[in-house]
Nanobody, 123 residues
Framework: QVQLVESGGGLVQPGGSLRLSCAVS????????TGWYRQAPGKQRELVAI????????NYAASVKGRFTISADNAKNTVYLQMNSLKPEDTAVYYC????????????????WGQGTQVTVSS
């Protein structure tokens, strides 16, 4: 059974930081590309960041580039999203996803998804 379990969300003030984690089980983590997405109330889900299998190349949404960093620990089967300089517009439910095909993550068509973790940026 494949499971992706996000953690690390919460309430943070503008300018603050959070690190999200996504623990992956049931698949051979090292050969899967993984990514983070977010969905704010009333808005469509959007791609935040992707990392290629084996901790390879990364890509970011323009809105988070320079503030967020995606990384993967193959020994722990975990993908992370370090979020710095958070803004109120970063408020959303954040989801992680995994797929064998990197391009599927670009289109949001990943095979496996987590349940999401809420991030709220507010003073």
């Amino acid at each position: 059974q494949v499971q992706l379990v996000e953690s690390g969300g919460g309430l943070v003030q503008p300018g603050g930081s959070l690190r999200l984690s996504c623990a992956v089980s049931g698949i051979l983590f090292g050969i899967y590309a993984t990514g983070w997405y977010r969905q704010a109330p009333g808005k469509q889900r959007e791609l935040v960041a992707i990392i290629a299998s084996g901790g390879g190349g990364t890509n970011y949404a323009a809105s988070v580039k320079g503030r967020f960093t995606i990384s993967a620990d193959n020994a722990k089967n975990t993908v992370y999203l370090q979020m710095n300089s958070l803004k109120p517009e970063d408020t959303a439910v954040y989801y992680c996803a995994a797929d064998l095909v990197y391009s599927h993550l670009w289109t949001g068509a990943a095979d496996y998804w987590g349940q999401g973790t809420q991030v709220t940026v507010s003073s």
